[in-house]
């Protein structure tokens, strides 16, 4: 049964046919094939055993800087012996030496040693023995021959030398190719005597249907940021507008502004990464700094330090991003939210990381409640496709009265925690200038995306196993 040929592997093989030993470049110039083309199809006739690929290196050597430096004044240790051979006696001091030679010196020297050249007693240099070409001047001399052609490796006696001159800094610029020649086999040849001419004198074609067509995984974005897409959309569709802030802040705006003590356990390396030896010079307003200072002398009762809220930190909420905007924007009614890294300084296991996304917002109004909030959840969630939730009673230093919001997990037949919430304290309100009650939620993204996809380990949303990604449809 005669093998099915594509257009392209007829036509190198009748090129091979009429000519042995063809490069891939010669035969894309025969064949007016493009070299992609011509790569592909002697790939496919490789495969086939109609065509054999014999695959050699070649290694060039040209001279680099140094070494065209060298082929016109010589190497340093030649023009050591050339500057000994203009003085009168034939030696001279090293520092003397050193002047001339300046920072090929020490080069000039050792390599003249070991030529037999000269010899150093009580700090000088005296001219001895023959001073006959060197075989690394001979090398440099023949590169020089060749001009612009570069002299390859083969031609090259003395590879002691050779490798003696590579070593030296910058003095030779070596590269290797790779050359690649086709040959038509004898199974090819007789193919190509085989081949049959149509009426056009079109080479005859021959599609095999039933052949399998190659599994294409289509690129697409990756599950978790289709998760931060859905949460960020459902929010512009409440009316919410997106806040986007900085990773590194001030603990002034990431603890202090929200009313958590400076002796706080979360304050503290295990929990928060702090930026060595970086401080906020001014971290807010004096009027600012004087306010929330005096909230947390009055509802802690310590001395607070300015020093400990200049301190920069990785946020470990996005919730600084969202008080300041309240503090410095003047808002008398708003729905803000944000989307962004959060860091923390915990152990990584299957419900926590290091670095992870969140979702936080606020809603400002003169007359929002806590039931406000809460139907606001509700809504969030039902959007999300989560139809059971319910909350639980808390406690968060900056909000009062605070709520956990539990989701029912049909899978692990469970209530899991999602988010929390409350409304900002007035402690946390007041020494900014907020005027009204502000509602406050937030939670990690990670956390929703496991519930979608039905994971048990948050880290499976970071581990690139390729059989997962390629499995979560686009749409649940």
């Known amino acids: 049964m005669s093998q099915v040929l594509h257009p392209i592997e007829q036509k190198i093989l009748r090129a091979l046919g009429e000519a042995q030993c063809l490069t891939p470049d010669e035969l894309s110039e025969k064949t007016h094939l493009s070299i992609d083309q011509v790569r592909r199809g002697i790939e496919w006739l490789k495969f086939k055993e109609l065509v054999q690929v014999n695959e050699s290196e070649k290694t060039f050597v040209k001279l680099a800087k140094r070494g065209s430096e060298a082929s016109e004044r010589g190497l340093p240790e030649r023009r050591l012996v050339n500057f000994l051979r203009s003085i009168a006696v034939s030696s001279c001091e090293m520092g003397q030496a050193r002047d001339h030679l300046k920072e090929e010196f020490g080069p000039a020297i050792a390599n003249a040693k070991k030529n037999g050249w000269v010899e150093v007693h009580d700090n000088r240099i005296m001219l001895r023995g023959y001073h006959d070409a060197t075989p690394e001047e001979k090398i440099i001399k023949l590169i020089q021959s060749k001009g612009q052609e570069p002299l390859t490796l083969e031609e090259v006696q003395d590879r002691d030398a050779f490798e003696s001159l590579r070593k030296r800094p910058d003095f030779l610029s070596v590269t290797s190719t790779k050359h690649s020649v086709v040959n038509i086999t004898e199974k090819g040849a007789e193919t190509v005597s085989n081949m049959g001419v149509g009426e056009d004198n079109a080479l005859t074609r021959a599609i095999d249907v039933e052949a399998p067509a190659p599994v294409i995984f289509a690129a697409k974005s990756h599950p978790l940021a289709d998760v931060i897409d859905e949460v960020r959309e459902i929010f512009v569709s409440l009316g919410f507008s997106e806040l986007v802030g900085n990773s590194a802040q001030s603990s002034f705006w990431n603890f202090d502004a929200l009313f958590i003590p400076q002796g706080h356990p979360a304050r503290e390396m295990q929990d928060t990464f702090f930026l060595k030896d970086s401080n906020a010079k001014a971290p807010a307003s004096q009027k600012q700094i004087r306010e929330v200072s005096l909230a947390h002398k009055n509802g802690w009762h310590y001395d607070w330090q300015l020093e400990a809220a200049r301190k920069m930190v990785l946020r470990t909420h996005t919730t600084c991003v969202t008080i300041r905007e309240l503090a410095e924007g003047g808002h008398e009614e708003a729905r803000l939210f944000s989307i ?14 290091v670095e992870f996304n969140q979702v936080e917002g606020v809603v400002v109004g003169k007359s929002v409640t806590l039931r406000d909030l809460m139907g606001l959840q509700m809504e969030f969630y039902r959007k999300m496709g989560i139809k059971k939730a319910k909350f639980w009673p808390t406690f ?45 939620w ?35």
Request: overall charge positive.
């Open 442 to 476: 937030g939670g990690g993204i990670e956390r929703i995306a496991m519930l979608k996809f039905g994971l048990d380990d948050v880290r499976e949303l970071y581990n690139n196993r390729f059989n997962w990604l390629r499995s979560v449809p686009k749409c649940l």
């Open 396 to 440: 968060f230093p900056y909000t009062e009265p605070s709520l956990q919001s539990m989701i029912y997990n049909d899978r692990l037949g469970k209530w899991v925690e999602l988010f929390g919430m409350g409304i900002f304290r007035p402690e946390v309100t007041r020494p900014l200038g907020i005027k009204h009650p502000v509602l406050a």
């Open 340 to 353: 962004g890294r959060v860091y923390r300084n915990e152990k990584v296991s299957y419900k926590h990381l």
